[in-house]
């Protein structure tokens, strides 16, 4: 009851200086416009480019690397225990690439209530020919359903359907830069050599193009049991398991205990591709300081209006306190001003920002490099527009918060007597 | 009629301390009872306003003790005193003081709804029962900013009455208005007085207007003389 009165007050101050009034509204609304339009674009485009790598990439990797190994027989035995060794000319042993015991590691860390999902893989060299022309490149195979479920490989595949190199033990999906080289084209049927003469005719069922050069002119897929017969090896011949976890922040520690239980290289995304991160976090950076600098600077035109509000309006204030409205009233009807004034024109940003970030996803963005994404690309989340009003909210109440006070100090009798 | 003291005052000083000390009150004691029609009068400069500043509770840097209706209100919080204004003080001033862009309703049923006693019903056929009784009843949605002067002083002694206060102060009310006007208030005050019964306490400079009172209080240099 009390408060309607204290709000009608404001509101009628308002709206008796509309001009005045419109004019600090928009200067919130052209920062909660700008905020929204950048914000979106900008973690659209960390989305984007984010995804590029990080989405494909795998929070564990796990394989055997060939390296020397750190002990070598000297440093086991206690007779030079204390003494200074130099072994040269180290060289790694031959060993294995497949994983030992990979089908029980997949087992139990599919158990593991951390991992979203594990993907086995068979990495092979191979030779793709067709008629005399011969290329270096890798054929990985994969459980493609899994692939696409855990690392959105469907993105990269155009001319064709994951589903179809499911259903065929005799397909492959080949690079788009192996296609072009060797100008084949979805339907066709190329070979595929390994070192030791293996040969295996596959049918070309769709085309990869990941957006990296260098990728596409030597990755192919294929199902697991194809490359496993192509490399004449057993169904528990595994030479990578990924895994993707349900927090990334867990790959870093879980990724060291994996590596200690099994005996094995594991390698977690930080790792991999720690510039990525600081490029999105200084992205963000970026979008939130400069639309925290459009709403101090909004800020201030509120705090400039409002004060010139309260210098019109002593007479009033002074009458309000003649007539038993308290500072604390005083204080509350400036401040709801200065919020009414916020809310208007935050609002107003809001429309206006997603106004403008649907042009921005509507014009055209075409790129080798995502060949599923025809647009920009921009990015709604409901969040954005939640903080937008919240700073704006925020903002206008420390702009009216100061000279709301000094109204509500105005001491009536000294306006009263002034006259 | 009637003998409860509405507002009593008890040694009272005040200094103002800008931008030299000058003792401006010295040492007021007075008692104003239910019902009486009371004027204070006074040279310029004489302290007359700053002690009716002091009453209505709106100036809180004085010495002394300030009873309303037996209760000490000297050393209030803010808010409760301007609790009390609007509950127990109705004011009238020189210069009108209405808030421009509300209508004349508006303006009267302000205090009231803060006091919120009252349902807005209530608050509304009041208000139109005292324009009535004040004669402006034609004008009460014109907005205030539109209305003439004498209207303006009736309006702003309908906002006074609104809360059916305990008490009615005026600092030279009728001051800034032509004689045909400071009549019909002054008759309006009278009215108020004789009919209603209410307290009402006057500053003003109007020996004529001073005359129709009950009690003329005359100050001088800071202290009451008669």
């Known amino acids: 009851m009390n408060k309607k009165v204290l709000l009608n007050i404001a509101y009628k101050h308002i709206t008796t200086r509309i001009k005045q009034s419109s004019i600090a509204a928009l200067g919130v609304t052209f920062g909660i416009a700008t905020f929204i339009i950048l914000v979106s674009f900008m973690t659209g485009l960390n989305g984007l480019l984010d995804g590029l790598i990080l989405d494909r990439t795998p929070h564990i990797h796990l394989y055997n690397e060939i390296i020397p190994s750190e002990n070598q027989p000297i440093s086991l035995s206690t007779r030079f225990k204390d003494d200074w060794f130099m072994v040269r000319s180290v060289k790694p042993k ?173 390698v977690d995304i930080g790792t991999a591709n720690a510039q990525f991160e600081t490029g999105t976090a200084i992205r963000n950076i970026i979008t939130y300081a400069v639309s925290i600098t459009l709403l101090i600077v909004a800020g201030f035109g509120i705090y400039n209006i409002l004060n010139m509000f309260i210098y019109e309006k002593m007479n009033d204030i002074a009458i309000l306190k003649a007539t038993g409205f308290s500072g604390n009233d005083v204080l509350f009807i400036f401040i709801s001003e200065a919020l009414l004034i916020g809310l208007m024109g935050g609002l107003l940003g809001l429309i206006l920002g997603y106004f403008f970030s649907s042009v921005i996803d509507q014009l055209p963005f075409e790129t080798d490099a995502l060949p599923t994404i025809k647009t920009y690309p921009v990015n709604f989340n409901p969040i954005y527009y939640v903080i937008g009003i919240v700073f704006a909210m925020i903002s206008t109440f420390f702009a009216g918060y100061l000279p709301a006070r000094k109204a509500k100090r105005i001491d009536p009798v000294t306006i009263l007597r002034g006259q | 009629m009637g003998g409860n003291s509405i507002i009593k005052a008890e040694h009272i000083f005040k200094t103002f301390h800008k931008p030299v000390e000058t003792q401006v009150l010295n040492d007021i004691n007075f008692n104003i009872n239910e019902g009486e029609f009371v004027s204070i009068m006074g040279k310029s400069g004489c302290g007359k306003s700053t002690l009716l500043y002091i009453l209505s509770t709106m100036d809180t840097d004085y010495e002394g003790k300030l009873y309303l209706k037996g209760k000490l209100i000297t050393g209030n919080s ?139 209080i005359t100050m001088g240099d800071g202290k009451i003389l008669t």
């Open chain 2, 78 to 216: 803010p808010n409760e005193l301007a609790h009390v204004r609007n509950e127990h003080i109705g004011f009238v001033f020189q210069f009108h003081y209405l808030l421009p862009e509300f209508t004349v309703m508006e303006n009267i049923t302000l205090p009231a709804k803060k006091l919120a006693k009252k349902s807005d019903e209530e608050i509304y056929s009041d208000a139109k029962n005292i324009l009535q009784l004040l004669d402006i009843a034609n004008i009460a949605e014109s907005k205030s900013y539109r209305i003439s002067g004498g209207e303006k002083q009736r309006v702003a002694i309908a906002r006074a009455l609104i809360n059916q206060p305990s008490i009615i102060m005026g600092d030279e009310p009728t001051g800034n208005l032509d004689s045909g006007n400071s009549e019909n208030v002054l008759g309006i005050f009278k009215a108020l007085a004789k009919e209603k019964g209410l307290t009402l306490l006057i500053v003003t400079h109007d020996q004529e207007f001073a005359d129709q009172t009950d009690r003329i």
């Open chain 1, 94 to 266: 031959q060993n294995q690439s497949r994983i030992h015991n990979a089908r029980p590691i997949i087992n139990i860390l599919k158990q593991n209530p951390d991992v979203l999902g594990v993907s086995a893989q068979v990495a092979s060299q191979a030779f793709f020919t067709a008629g005399n022309i011969e290329l270096n490149g890798i054929i990985n195979g994969v459980n493609i359903l899994e692939e696409s479920r855990l690392f959105n490989i469907d993105n990269y595949i155009i001319n064709g359907s994951i589903y179809d190199l499911h259903n065929n033990d005799n397909a492959i999906i080949i690079g788009i830069g192996i296609a072009k080289k060797m100008s084949t084209k979805v339907g066709d049927r190329i070979q595929i050599v390994n070192a030791k003469g293996n040969r295996l005719t596959l049918k070309i069922v769709a085309l990869y193009q990941s957006g990296l050069a260098e990728i596409d002119n030597i990755q192919s897929f294929a199902n697991i049991g194809t490359v496993q017969r192509f490399m004449g090896e057993k169904e528990n011949y595994i030479s990578d398991i990924n895994l993707k976890l349900y927090d990334i922040n867990k790959a870093l520690p879980m990724s060291k205990e994996l590596s200690k239980m099994y005996q094995i290289t594991a």
